[in-house]
């Protein structure tokens, strides 16, 4: 799902606060009666299916070894490099589009001195987070089809005439990235918003004291002080990014197949499952995209500082 | 887009006066309001709107109550109540996930943050790593998992994965590892209380604020969830709103041509089903609106 983790979002907005304290009481029984549920939990649907996949991705259908023969029949698949083209091109746009933007609406949303406004503003960038996954999508196969489209007339002097012009190949991972943006664009605004409350005002009062007006204020103070959460959400939206599924398998639908339903990778995953019943195949892409997924959480964890005491 | 200005802008270069730069962050803003306002406006209208006033009529003029009603009542009829199906389901799956992730991680956010047990390093560190990976990258082993164990089309292969919520987790034991001063426990220990009462009489009255934040984030993304019930759940009836809308949209001939017949769904229909599955979560999102865009962030409203 590309649409930006919401969880992530917030998991932004507590973290940085706490963590890591020792705890006050003494070890007791109670505990293991609290902690039993989530820890059945995170066995059963964190750790089992991971451990799951790798057996699979190992084994051949018949469950003897197989090394990394699954490994290489996907990554030799004449659909895998494509996939992994298409889903690169659309974290590129889509990740340079979000850093940019939502760093300078974040840093004018927090300039505006109007309360109200600024609360809007907010708000009506934060609201179509509401819509996430297919309700997202099926609304953009709206807004991008000329002949229904509310900016039908912008469509038409770009040069579209119909729906399948629109998604041409060539278009979708700007597409993509378009929809990804609308959507979580706003979440991590307003998490941009928080951190830059946090900077104290008298670093701010300094500066302008000091004559700096402010954009050097947004690109000397600001900026570098944002730097860990335009990390974190890079970071975080990368991850999410590797994932993308929905769009491109409505769309997929939606057009009559005119884009193919193995354009990313886990929609290939799905293929090899649920179209080729092989389930090692599928165990091997996800695991790919798991094990990167992993990593980047790793980097964070172990360098992004946001889970150490301030 | 080209008026975004990034820091190192020339046209908002340090000595042009103030009244360019506020012009050209202004017309930015509009830009971007516009972005994000348009489409889910525009969506509101089309609903109230025929077939063929979408196609011909002003983008953004009101339609009709009539139009509205015949709509919903094309929508509600669709595959005789098949959406009607299709939001039960969701509010089930929701709702079911929702209140066991309740009941198993505040008492497991408490746990981490104030006793002390074997493995509440390991299962912190576990907690943190699944909370940042995507949670799509799980999906395809965990249905394999499930798969193997014969659970695939029952509400519980989309319940229960969905339930197993380390966000949450994670979120209350911040909270009380933060928010809930020592000294009150260790007075109510020694007012007699045993460790059971300490959490049921003293921290858990004092989690509503905690269990609210993560009963709202775990509804709107179980509730939003895709991936994961279009990969367990094969049959149209266990679908909930969000895997159903892809039925709907396989029969509106405007999108996919091969499907014009009796139960064809026409594209004003479609738009209604759109604002109908996200509307309870759009409800929700209006009515916590003011912690959403204030307390998400709260400890960083320093203004």
Redesign the interface.
């Known amino acids: 799902?590309t649409?930006v983790?919401?969880?992530?979002q917030?998991?932004a907005?507590?973290?940085g606060?706490?963590?890591g304290?020792p705890?006050?009481?003494?070890?007791?029984v109670?505990?293991?009666?609290?902690?039993s549920?989530?820890?059945v939990?995170?066995l059963?649907?964190?750790?089992?299916?991971?451990l799951?996949?790798v057996y699979?991705a190992f084994t051949d259908a018949t469950g003897g070894f197989a090394g990394l023969a699954n490994f290489s029949k996907v990554v030799g698949d004449f659909r895998f490099w494509p996939a992994v083209s298409h889903v690169a091109l659309y974290l590129v746009i889509w990740l340079v589009a979000l850093v940019?933007?939502v760093t300078?609406?974040a840093v004018?949303?927090h300039?505006i001195r109007v309360r109200w406004l600024s609360?809007t503003?907010?708000?009506?960038?934060?609201?179509?987070?509401?819509?996430?996954?297919?309700?997202s999508v099926?609304?953009?196969?709206?807004?991008l089809?000329p002949?229904?489209?509310?900016?039908?007339g912008l469509l038409r002097l770009l040069g579209f005439e119909s729906?399948v012009q629109v998604i041409v190949p060539g278009n979708l991972p700007v597409i993509f990235a378009v929809i990804a943006f609308?959507t979580g664009a706003?979440g991590w605004i307003?998490?941009m918003?928080?951190?830059l409350?946090?900077i104290?005002?008298e670093v701010i009062e300094a500066a302008r004291v000091d004559g700096a007006?402010?954009?050097?204020i947004?690109?000397r103070i600001q900026?570098p002080m944002l730097r860990k959460w335009i990390s974190y959400m890079g970071i975080?939206s990368l991850?999410?990014g590797?994932?993308l599924?929905?769009e491109p398998?409505?769309l997929s639908?939606?057009?009559?197949a005119v884009v193919p339903n193995d354009y990313s990778l886990?929609q290939l995953?799905?293929q090899y499952?649920f179209q080729q019943n092989d389930?090692n195949g599928?165990?091997a892409?996800?695991?790919l995209?798991?094990v990167v997924?992993?990593a980047?959480?790793?980097v964070?964890?172990t360098r992004g500082g946001l889970?150490e005491r301030e | 887009m080209n008026s975004v200005p990034t820091g190192s802008s020339p046209a908002y270069r340090p000595g042009v006066s103030g009244w360019s730069g506020r012009t050209i962050v202004a017309v930015m803003v509009a830009v971007f309001v516009l972005f994000f306002a348009v489409p889910i406006v525009w969506l509101l209208l089309a609903t109230t709107k025929s077939a063929r006033g979408l196609s011909v009529g002003n983008p953004f003029a009101f339609g009709s109550f009539g139009e509205l009603s015949t709509n919903w009542s094309r929508l509600f009829g669709f595959q005789d109540g098949a959406v009607t199906t299709w939001m039960t389901n969701s509010a089930l799956y929701a709702v079911g996930a929702l209140v066991i992730t309740l009941i198993v991680s505040i008492p497991a956010g408490y746990a981490l943050a104030l006793t002390r047990f074997r493995f509440r390093r390991l299962l912190l560190v576990l907690t943190l790593v699944v909370m940042l990976i995507p949670n799509t990258a799980l999906v395809l082993p965990i249905f394999l998992e499930l798969n193997a164990v014969g659970l695939i089309g029952s509400p519980l292969s989309v319940i229960l994965p969905m339930s197993f919520f380390p966000f949450g987790v994670y979120l209350t034991y911040i909270y009380f590892s933060t928010s809930i001063p020592r000294d009150l426990l260790a007075a109510a220990r020694i007012d007699g209380c045993r460790e059971i009462q300490v959490f049921t009489r003293i921290a858990l009255p004092l989690a509503a604020p905690i269990v609210a934040l993560v009963a709202f984030f775990s509804f709107v993304q179980n509730w939003n969830n895709f991936f994961l019930p279009f990969v367990m759940l094969p049959s149209s009836d266990g679908y909930p709103v969000q895997v159903g809308l892809t039925s709907l949209l396989a029969s509106t001939p405007a999108f996919n041509p091969s499907s014009a017949g009796g139960q064809s769904v026409q594209l004003p229909t479609l738009a209604l089903a759109t604002v109908v599955s996200v509307l309870p979560v759009l409800i929700v999102f209006l009515v916590s609106q003011r912690f959403l865009v204030a307390g998400m962030t709260a400890g960083g409203t320093k203004e």
């Open positions: 799902m649409v983790d919401r969880t992530a917030a998991a907005a507590v973290t606060r706490a963590a304290r705890p006050a009481t003494r070890d007791n109670l505990s293991y009666g609290l902690i549920g989530y820890a939990l995170t059963s649907f964190g750790l089992l299916p991971a799951y996949a699979l940019a933007l300078v609406l004018v949303v300039a609360r503003l907010r708000f009506v960038f934060y609201l179509p987070g509401a819509l996430a996954g297919a309700s099926l609304l953009w196969l709206f807004v089809d002949t229904a489209s509310p900016v039908g729906f609308w706003g307003v998490i918003y928080g951190a409350n946090n104290s005002a007006n402010a954009v050097q947004a690109w900026l975080m991850a999410a590797t994932q599924f929905v398998q409505l639908q939606a057009s009559n886990n995953a799905y499952a389930f599928a165990a892409i996800s695991l995209l798991l997924a992993l980047l959480s790793a964070f964890v889970f």
